[in-house]
RNA sequence: GCGGACGUGGCGGAAUUGGUAUACGCGCCAGGUUUAGGUCCUGGUGGGCCAUUGGCCCGUGGAGGUUCGAGUCCUCUCGUCCGCACCA
């Protein structure tokens, strides 16, 4: 008996699906294209090739090569590809460092990723490989941002960015700690320079209905809807009389309108120097707004921080009540969002109460909880003990009228439905919604005001002042101003550059020669735009180049992409919930505006995995307990690395990695070989039916066979619901338990050798998806065929019948007794087993049963008093 | 603060619709094979109490509830993790 090597059988069969060809997958109209067979596009996140692939990778790859597996066994023309999102930072900050070009890193990490894939026996399609860097792939970028640039999709405008005095550079927002340079410690500040965006919010609404209809994790369904962030409300307009200036608002509550006592602005706001002019707040003013703008997001954004403000020595008016009242200029309110002014009402929102604490302001009460018996006891309404007296914290009889419902502690937030508009004019007494609408449509009769839609979304800024990124292909002529790369001139190269350190513009500034070009419009004198790409770009198209890889003439050929999108599955981590995910969406709708593909969403279904820890610790380079694959796909093979990560858990689910766990795993493997070659050197094929049965050979068969159709169907099951592949495994090493222990029989008769061959080659099948090189061998050893030739087994639903069952015997729901009865048997007769055991007479013993609950094939419950 | 996920043996984790809690693996214990160790094969292994076979009680973070019956459903509560967060 040979014992288990891996490492040989893992080459073996690499070689056979490198050589063959074996997952390659014909395009539409190519030979050997199988139009009978239905699609299947299984894709898994690109990897970011920096280093060597770690054990995330490791997993992510596992699962979606199970999912192929599964797919092509079930009949589908199955399509994995791979690629590598190869621009980015860390090649740059490396080659800023080493002085290694970032492209001769990339390179590197690339082969390493392309090798490892082979060795771990991931089943894909390597001729639609690709690299994001690749001027054959960024050339379509290219040519998608002109596409979007022509649409106006694509635009540019001045925005903020952090610019470190000092170095006389850009600093990325990672590069900023605690407002100063990470790496000479200069306060930053914020420049406005112009960037490029793209129009992601005309799509917000898109983005947001169209998470219906796709089968992904309500998580993170949930994550892209709180990112979009949309809030109903009303827009509602202030007047300041003093200059005539109108000033609308964006509000969820236009039902706490008659509780507005002041009014902020933006320390950003176009308008607050202006507003200040002549007022004697003016210089303050000054001095707050200049502080406030240079210091970092994250420092403004702190929830803790006292709030701060100045008053602008102006008032606005109130369009519900006529009253005029003071404005501020505050940090807590943002530019972005909304119209960059709110009305403040501190009666009904935390923060505006902070700053109305802090500066003195009227807090006005507008909406109460409706009248409630047990909130208001007539005599006392805060009695100690109270709900108001809880609330405030306070005995009774100290407590103001506005204090009742908590205005003392804090503002009234109630959300319960219940509330009802006080102190509001004509509106007293209305419910809360009822008030939202009525003030709205108040107000919109003299354009005051109408319903308004805001969203948290923002543009997407892609410009990047960096080098190791997809150049922009647009130039700047004197005279014609911007002017668009002409397609037929793309791709735009990304030159070779010295110092690739950021001083303030992109490094492709410093290549001169390439920067100095001419204007496709006019021919005369045009400068190249130097910054590059957010690498987000890169990778928001990326699975429809996949489609149509080779394609030299365009990005896609439209009909190609049509017969293989959208994605059926796609598979990776959550940390790509939010960006990726939205941005991807994001291009496929644009595109599909354009005519130029023909569906709404890319990704159909999303799987999302979970992180591996180690012995119960997040892995991190601090700890340097990191789990390097290689070594134990080394130790042990890739069959076992595969399968362990896969058997430590629910895929979707965080996974603790032990070492002896791989050795368990790796035990069941070996287990499994020897089974093979036991069988294979001791037994003879026998011509059998079907489900393995053979009728003249000696031996008991029933009962293995039985455990293998059993292990069939629970491992279909277990995959087709959520991928459970760590039960599915499971379900293999009963199995081959149960070969061990009936193949010489044990307990009774051998199960022969019909039994025992179908039992092992099903093992090899069903592991098959997961440990692809030994399901492959064990099976060709028993079966003299390819496995992934074979389609998916299915079980003999009569094997998974049996004439008994086990009773379970409860009385008053304990467990009292198990006994064997017939599947057909009648109800009292399942009364009758019951109550002949001996538990069941000692329980019963004097008492009077009162019922019977019977449940056929299941159990019988006395109850008794 | 808002939103989401999760709490089950010594450990990783199982448990279709409410119906035998702890599958499978690790670890541990016992027996066997082997020149010996590792390997390999078989069996046992939630806790407590009594015990000769066996039996009784408790047990899925905690407290209630619904039900003949709850890990599973409902209410409250504690804890851990993740995402968002001055978004008007």
Same mark, same amino acid.
């Not at 003249?696 to 293998?708: E, I, S, V, W, Y």
């Not at 069939?712 to 599915?728: C, L, P, S, W, Y």
């Given at each position: 008996m040979e014992p288990y090597e891996p490492q040989e059988i893992e080459r073996r069969w690499q070689t056979v699906w490198a050589d063959e060809g074996t997952w390659e997958v014909p395009n539409p109209g190519q030979p050997a294209f199988d139009d009978t067979k239905p699609k299947s596009y299984v894709l898994v996140m690109l990897p970011y090739p920096s280093g060597e692939p770690h054990i995330g990778h490791l997993k992510v790859y596992a699962i979606g090569d199970a999912i192929a597996h599964y797919k092509r066994r079930n009949g589908y023309r199955v399509m994995q590809p791979m690629g590598y999102d190869a621009f980015g930072l860390p090649a740059e900050n490396n080659a800023i460092k080493t002085g290694v070009h970032p492209r001769e890193a990339t390179d590197r990490s690339i082969a390493s990723y392309r090798h490892w894939f082979r060795r771990w026996g991931i089943s894909i399609d390597w001729t639609r490989e690709l690299a994001t860097s690749d001027p054959s792939y960024y050339r379509w970028t290219q040519w998608i941002f002109l596409k979007l640039l022509e649409r106006g999709l694509a635009y540019r405008k001045e925005a903020a960015v952090k610019w470190c005095p000092k170095d006389a550079t850009v600093l990325a927002n990672e590069q900023v700690i605690d407002g100063r340079c990470e790496r000479c410690g200069t306060p930053v500040e914020v420049r406005q320079l112009e960037q490029w965006f793209f129009r992601i919010t005309d799509y917000a609404d898109r983005l947001l209905?169209?998470?219906?209809?796709?089968?992904? +994790?309500?998580?993170?369904?949930?994550?892209?809807?709180?990112?979009?962030?949309?809030?109903?409300?009303?827009?509602?307009?202030?007047?300041?009389? $003093?200059?005539?200036?109108?000033? +609308?608002?964006?509000?969820?509550?236009?039902?706490?309108l008659f509780g507005a006592t002041f009014f902020v602005l933006a320390p950003e706001h176009p308008d607050v120097f202006r507003l200040a002019a002549g007022t004697p707040e003016e210089d303050r003013v000054h001095e707050y707004v200049n502080r406030a703008i240079a210091e970092s997001a994250e420092d403004r954004s702190s929830e803790e921080r006292p709030k701060t403000g100045v008053s602008l020595g102006r008032t606005v008016t109130n369009p519900v009540n006529g009253e005029r009242i003071p404005m501020f200029v505050a940090d807590y309110v943002l530019m972005e969002y909304g119209t960059g002014a709110i009305m403040a009402v501190p009666a009904h929102d935390q923060r505006d109460h902070d700053f109305a604490r802090a500066f003195d302001l009227e807090i006005r009460q507008v909406v109460a909880p409706a009248d409630d018996k047990e909130e208001q006891p007539a005599t006392d309404p805060a009695a100690p003990g109270s709900e108001q007296a809880r609330i405030t914290g306070r005995p009774s009889g100290s407590l103001a009228d506005e204090e009742v419902a908590g205005i003392g502690a804090g503002p009234f937030l109630g959300h319960s439905g219940n509330e009802r508009l006080i102190n509001s004019g004509d509106f007293t007494g209305m419910s809360s919604p009822e008030a939202t609408r009525s003030i709205t449509e108040w107000l919109a009769k003299d354009g005051r005001g109408r319903p308004s839609v805001s969203y948290r979304l923002r543009d997407w800024l892609l410009s990047r002042q960096r080098y190791w990124g997809c150049p922009i292909p647009v130039v700047y002529c004197d005279g014609c101003g911007l002017v668009p790369v002409p397609e037929d001139q793309l791709p735009v190269l990304l030159p070779d550059v010295q110092d690739y350190a950021p001083k303030g513009k992109s490094p492709l500034a410093s290549a001169e020669d390439w920067v100095a070009t001419e204007c496709p419009r006019c021919g005369g004198p045009a400068r190249r735009e130097t910054d590059t790409m957010d690498t987000f770009v890169d990778s928001s198209w990326y699975f429809l180049r996949y489609c149509d890889a080779r394609n030299d003439k365009a990005a896609w050929d439209r009909e190609v992409v049509r017969s293989w999108m959208p994605v059926d599955q796609y598979i990776g981590g959550v940390e790509h919930a939010i960006l990726h995910l939205m941005y991807a969406r994001f291009f496929v709708k644009a595109l599909a505006d354009l005519s130029l593909l023909d569906v709404q969403e890319p990704f159909d279904a999303l799987f999302t995995i979970g992180m591996i820890t180690r012995e119960g610790a997040k892995m991190s380079s601090s700890k340097g307990n990191f789990v390097d694959p290689a070594e134990y796909v080394e130790r042990y093979g890739a069959d076992t690395a595969r399968s362990y990560v896969l058997f430590i858990g629910a895929p979707d689910q965080d996974a603790d990695w032990t070492d002896k766990g791989v050795e368990g795993v790796h035990r069941f493997l070996a287990r499994l070989w020897r089974l093979k070659e036991e069988v294979v050197e001791r037994t003879e094929?026998?011509?059998?039916?079907?489900?393995?049965?053979?009728?003249?050979?000696?031996?008991? +068969?029933?009962?293995?066979?039985?455990?293998?159709?059993?292990?069939?169907?629970?491992?279909?099951?277990?995959? $087709?619901?959520?991928?459970?592949?760590?039960?599915?495994?499971?379900a293999v090493m009963e199995l081959v338990n149960e070969a061990y222990r009936l193949k010489d029989g044990l307990y009774g008769h051998p199960a022969g050798d019909a039994a025992l061959r179908f039992a092992t080659a099903t093992a090899g099948s069903l592991l098959f998806p997961f440990a692809p090189h030994l399901g492959a061998e064990v099976y060709e050893a028993v079966e003299g065929s390819r496995v992934w030739e074979e389609p998916w087994p299915k079980p003999d639903p009569t094997m998974l019948e049996s004439d008994t069952f086990t009773l379970v015997v409860q009385v008053n729901g304990k467990l009292r007794a198990r006994v064997e009865a017939a599947v057909d048997a009648p109800k009292d007769e399942l009364v009758r087993l019951a109550l002949g055991t001996e538990a069941v007479k000692r329980h019963l013993d004097g008492k009077e049963i009162v019922k019977e609950v019977v449940v056929p094939g299941k159990l019988v419950n006395l109850v008794v008093r």
């Open positions: 209905d169209d998470l219906e209809g796709i089968d992904w +994790p309500e998580h993170v369904k949930t994550m892209q809807r709180n990112w979009i962030g949309r809030s109903e409300g009303a827009e509602v307009t202030f007047r300041c009389e $003093e200059l005539g200036i109108d000033y +609308p608002v964006f509000t969820t509550r236009p039902d706490t094929p026998a011509i059998s039916d079907e489900r393995g049965a053979t009728s003249d050979q000696p031996g008991n +068969p029933h009962a293995l066979l039985a455990k293998a159709h059993w292990a069939i169907d629970k491992v279909t099951r277990d995959i $087709e619901r959520g991928f459970q592949f760590n039960t599915a495994i499971a």
